[in-house]
């Protein structure tokens, strides 16, 4: 299905992502298969119950992801979030893994289920449901603490589900790496995964994924500039340069972390920022709280384009939809937007920069073995 010059972003199903992609280009798409993760419902901390049903959370996924995606490429569908409470069901008592793939095929979307160890027996019965149903096949993805044991693992999977490894996908997730993280020693644990996976190059297709965007902003001041390295980026060029029988294509959590806030929103204070994809790092360009008219509230994002466009990692207003927004708002074009608008920005950059960062990388490593 795709090789080691591809990209898996994992793209949380919010507003900001899904019009991130709808002005991506189509051929950034072209180079990449997402991992959808569909967000749990937000919680109403005031009524202390869910703001929607579970129907009306799924009922116009299909169509988001028909006029978001626009790619014929496949997807990869993560419903956990959703089904944390194995018993959840639908209105007509489906399963929501399964109506999410019935809603999917109603607008001919092909896409490939994903699970884990850790779903429940339901979840694990809607997998099996599904790949049968629609010949999907399905992906196993495993984190750095089932390789301890992954032989009985990848044997668990096998009497789970009736799939050879041509039509199973492994996504080997590492989450959250911490930014202090040596490099080299983590490219050496990565590469032991690798190495320890069974059937290695028999698998359908093989994804690293991993970040070291933190939950929150908080260790950056207000008012000032950061980065954080992309150790998960770092990692990757060097397993390429590591003798392996087989070689992953990357993932990445986008400018996001793999936790989901479970933060009441009445409580945050939140400050304006602007999250910015270099080429080993993140820059982090942060403002003062949305809500202080002393900072202009929203308004004072001009400035931080201003700040995004001088720096000498900016990529030039060519370089993306997110990158011409930037300078559009730096030069008082266009509008300071909100939390959501920013969301879409970044994404929108962050994607088109990683899929150019393989295909530019792989290029050179293949001019090098010549």
Not at 279 to 303: A, H, M, N
Request: glycine share 6%; charged share 25%.
């Amino acid at each position: 299905m795709f090789n080691k010059d591809h990209y898996v972003p994992i793209i949380r199903w919010k507003r900001g992502e899904q019009t991130a992609l709808i002005e991506l280009d189509q051929e950034i798409k072209n180079g990449m298969t997402p991992l959808i993760e569909i967000p749990p419902i937000d919680w109403d901390f005031e009524n202390e119950c869910f703001k929607k049903s579970i129907d009306d959370h799924l009922k116009n996924f299909a169509t988001q992801i028909k006029t978001s995606w626009n790619n014929p490429n496949k997807l990869f569908i993560d419903a956990f979030q959703i089904c944390i409470d194995d018993d959840d069901i639908m209105a007509n008592g489906s399963h929501p893994l399964e109506y999410i793939f019935h809603l999917l095929s109603e607008e001919k979307i092909e896409a490939i289920p994903v699970t884990s160890k850790n779903r429940g027996t339901n979840y694990q019965k809607a997998i099996n449901s599904v790949l049968h149903k629609y010949n999907t096949g399905f992906a196993i993805r495993l984190t750095d603490e089932e390789f301890d044991d992954i032989d009985s693992n990848i044997s668990w999977f096998v009497d789970q589900f009736d799939c050879s490894p041509a039509e199973t996908d492994i996504f080997i997730d590492y989450k959250y790496i911490d930014s202090k993280s040596p490099v080299g020693r983590m490219a050496k644990l990565v590469a032991g995964s690798l190495l320890s996976l069974p059937h290695i190059n028999q698998w359908r297709t093989l994804t690293f994924a991993a970040t070291t965007f933190p939950e929150n902003l908080s260790e950056f001041s207000t008012g000032t500039d950061g980065n954080i390295p992309r150790n998960e980026w770092l990692i990757y060029q060097r397993l390429l340069k590591t003798k392996l029988p087989r070689y992953p294509a990357f993932g990445d959590y986008i400018i996001s972390n793999p936790e989901y806030s479970k933060i009441d929103p009445r409580l945050m204070r939140m400050s304006a920022n602007i999250r910015y994809t270099a080429d080993d790092e993140y820059l982090i360009f942060r403002g003062f709280s949305v809500t202080s008219p002393k900072y202009g509230k929203w308004t004072q994002t001009q400035g931080l384009c201003q700040r995004v466009v001088g720096h000498s990692k900016y990529s030039g207003s060519h370089y993306s939809y997110g990158d011409k927004y930037i300078y559009d708002c730096a030069n008082g074009s266009a509008s300071t937007g909100n939390a959501e608008r920013w969301r879409k920005v970044g994404t929108n950059h962050h994607l088109t920069l990683v899929r150019n960062e393989l295909s530019n990388f792989h290029a050179t490593l293949a001019v090098g073995s010549q």
